[in-house]
Nanobody, 123 residues
Framework: QVQLVESGGGLVQAGGSLRLSCAASGRTFSSYNMGWFRQAPGKEREFVARITFSGGSKYYADPAKGRFTISRDNAKSTVYLQMNSLTPDDTAVYSC????????????????WGQGTQVTVSS
């Protein structure tokens, strides 16, 4: 089993940056593909970015391309999401998730989830 804990959220002005972290427990972190998702009030959870277990491949949703960067440090069992040029539309609860045998953006196919961290971008 994998437990995930996000941190790094907060309040930032439009145009600013935040770096989210997701720390995983367990010794099998390096076996999991990892994803970042977000959920804004009144909206469904949506895919943001994902990275393979080795970090060799990454994929971004269109709103994240060119602004967000996903990375991981398997020695620290942590995945990151660097977010730049933030806009109010990025306001949401951001969650990380782990998938053992899935590479994609379907929220239903991830095995473990963190509790989320709030990101609020003011205009």
């Amino acid at each position: 089993q994998v437990q995930l804990v996000e941190s790094g959220g907060g309040l930032v002005q439009a145009g600013g940056s935040l770096r989210l972290s997701c720390a995983a427990s367990g010794r099998t972190f390096s076996s999991y593909n990892m994803g970042w998702f977000r959920q804004a009030p009144g909206k469904e959870r949506e895919f943001v970015a994902r990275i393979t277990f080795s970090g060799g491949s990454k994929y971004y949703a269109d709103p994240a391309k060119g602004r967000f960067t996903i990375s991981r440090d398997n020695a620290k069992s942590t995945v990151y999401l660097q977010m730049n040029s933030l806009t109010p539309d990025d306001t949401a609860v951001y969650s990380c998730a782990a998938a053992r045998n899935y590479w994609g953006g379907d929220v239903r196919l991830y095995d473990y989830w963190g509790q989320g961290t709030q990101v609020t971008v003011s205009s």
